[in-house]
């Protein structure tokens, strides 16, 4: 994609995001909240996922214990940011620690490695109830101000997480360590004989994948001031956000965003009103873009300005 | 700690562990031979499970009569998903194929909730038990074991002395000369998915007989099945085998020992654990992959 085109669509979707305040309707602000929360996640998945092409489903792992860092740590009076900050942190060194055990994994032991550090850090947080509250959950300090302030407030503090993710995005994509993941995507052994620190950059990735999402599990805390090991550990959000890289483009800047907001929209728009079907119909739209939309929707836009 | 207890324990964690070897045998054949993490794997155990329940409540036909029909009607139904479906992307990276099928699953699971629901449910068939002195074995688990065994031995037969078997042996040595052999891959794949799709519907079958069973529950049983393949290794019969008597028998003392969830949790750091010393498993060959 053309770079300016790139920039527009950046641009357009984080004006749209701050906007979501004037429509007046805190609904609006919610489901806004929600796409930058997802596009943070989708960012982060990227690192790992999109440019090394490592196969993670260890987002949900490290929303769990970003979530539940910030919590405790709010819990025990640190302020607010600085507790989502401490929270990213804990992620950041806990992604290391991980990620050095389990990508010496590839493929699918990797996969099924990084599923099981969700499942392990799930059932921790139900059997450690002394500390976790266990499986009856923590309740969060809830942040004073008013439902309209608050709405608001958490509507920017994600946005500010997204940002942080861009920049870090842009930062990698232009940097040696980007070039170095995309060889490792490319082929692992030969980027190891040219001369590519494949473990460094592989656990650099990772622990980028872990730190927005540890920032953005933290503030999704706050916002909704009670978490529980299902919620917080999720299957489904740890298979949901890659589909929304794969959505819109995978190893691409603005692919993330754009995959995110789609689903959180055409979740929120078509399929809100079928409830009962909620399940069916995410796995409805999964098999449809794997089959129909294998390069994501910008790799779409790209097949359809070539065939023009 | 009491013998007769510790021998009752283990006996538990046998019966268990012959049924996580029935349930992962199935999963470690599609991943050995179609190189597929089949996210399906445990809402399929949990949907054959769920026929059987309503076959003998509803038509008063016995587990053991419906096991074998059961099985052959999930078996079926996989072998065309993955003819007319799967086949398509077969050949794509793990991240497409799992995630293909983690889709198929948030249907299929869908659907059972709204056709049945979550409730747990199982078949009462109170057969007795066996006591050998202050050991106590009820008939049906001791019968879900051996029916267990016994279709896990009929597989490995399968595989060792059919045509077919051979056929899928052979395809997941090489697909390339298999395929110059004149064996037609994409419909062994097929065949290979609904062999694994029919392991887990009479799995499901004796899994109702032990314990309730519900669509909560299919998470679990998947990652079983990732354990037992990891801890045993991919791809092989005995592997599955061994990886499965030795969950049961780790989870039986350890819920004994530290409770049930500290037992789950064992159960997942022994694989990762083993994932990181020996990826091939206990009995796995380098190279399997």
């Known amino acids: 994609m053309a770079s300016h085109w790139r920039r527009i669509g950046i641009g357009l979707w984080l004006l749209g995001v701050a906007a979501a305040p004037l429509s007046g309707d805190n609904y609006v602000i919610k489901i806004a ?35 539940y860092a910030g919590a405790l740590c709010q819990n025990a009076g640190v302020p607010m940011v600085l507790s989502w900050g401490l929270a990213a942190g804990v992620t950041a060194i806990a992604a290391a620690a991980l990620g050095f055990v389990v990508l010496r994994l590839r493929g699918h032991y990797f996969a099924i490695g990084s599923i099981a550090l969700v499942e392990i850090l799930s059932l921790i947080a139900s059997w450690w109830s002394g500390l976790t509250g266990g499986g009856e959950g923590l309740n969060v300090t809830i942040l004073p101000g008013g439902p309209v302030f608050i709405a608001r407030f958490f509507l920017y503090a994600m946005l500010a997480i997204v940002v942080l993710a861009l920049v870090a995005t842009v930062l990698v994509e232009r940097g040696r360590l980007g070039f170095g993941l995309r060889c490792i995507a490319q082929n692992e052994d030969a980027a190891e004989m040219v001369g590519v620190p494949t473990t460094l950059y592989k656990v650099l990735a990772f622990v980028l994948s872990g730190v927005f999402c540890g920032a953005a599990g933290a503030a999704y805390a706050s916002w909704v001031a009670y978490i529980a090991p299902t919620d917080a550990f999720s299957i489904l959000l740890t298979v949901k956000v890659p589909v929304m890289v794969l959505l819109g483009g995978p190893g691409t800047v603005f692919g993330p965003l754009l995959g995110s907001s789609a689903l959180v929209l055409l979740e929120e728009t078509v399929w809100a009103r079928f409830l009962e079907f909620h399940q069916a119909i995410l796995g409805a739209v999964i098999v449809a873009l794997i089959f129909f939309l294998p390069g994501g929707l910008l790799g779409l836009a790209g097949r359809v300005r070539k065939s023009a | 700690m009491d013998v007769a207890l510790l021998v009752q324990v283990v006996l538990n964690g046998l019966m268990l562990g012959a049924l996580y070897a029935c349930i992962a045998v199935g999963f470690s054949l599609v991943w050995g031979v179609l190189n597929i993490i089949n996210m399906l794997h445990g809402s399929l155990i949990v949907l054959a499970g769920y026929l059987t329940c309503s076959l003998w409540t509803e038509a008063h036909i016995h587990p053991f009569a419906s096991l ?23 050949q794509q990276p793990v991240l497409t194929t799992l995630t293909l099928t983690f889709g198929l699953d948030m249907i299929l699971y869908n659907l059972m909730n709204s056709v049945f629901d979550a409730t747990p449910r199982r078949v009462t068939l109170d057969l007795g038990r066996v006591t050998l002195g202050e050991v106590v074995l009820p008939w049906d688990r001791i019968a879900a074991m051996l029916v ?5 031995a009929l597989l490995y037969g399968i595989l060792r002395g059919s045509r077919l078997g051979r056929a899928i042996v052979a395809v997941r040595m090489d697909r390339e000369a298999a395929s110059l052999m004149g064996i037609r891959v994409p419909r062994i794949y097929a065949l290979t998915f609904g062999l694994g799709a029919f392991m887990a519907g009479v799995c499901g079958a004796l899994l109702s007989i032990v314990y309730p069973i519900t669509t909560n529950a299919t998470g679990q049983l998947l990652g079983k099945a990732f354990i037992v393949c990891v801890v045993g290794g991919l791809g092989t019969v005995p592997g599955a085998l061994v990886g499965g008597l030795a969950l049961g028998v780790t989870e039986s003392l350890g819920s004994h020992w530290f409770g049930p969830q500290a037992a789950a949790l064992l159960g997942f750091a022994l694989m990762l654990a083993l994932l990181v010393v020996r990826p091939t498993g206990l009995l796995g060959r380098k190279g399997y992959e």
Do not use: E
């Open chain 2, 148 to 152: 267990a065994l016994a279709l896990t």
């Open chain 1, 33 to 67: 909240t929600f796409v930058a929360f997802y596009g943070a996640l989708a960012l982060s998945w990227n690192f790992i996922g999109g440019y090394a092409g490592y196969p993670s489903f260890a987002t949900a792992a490290f929303v769990g214990l970003g979530s």
């Open chain 2, 68 to 90: 074998i029909p059961v099985g052959l009607v999930i078996g079926v139904g996989a072998a065309v998903l993955q003819f007319v479906l799967i086949n398509r992307v077969v």
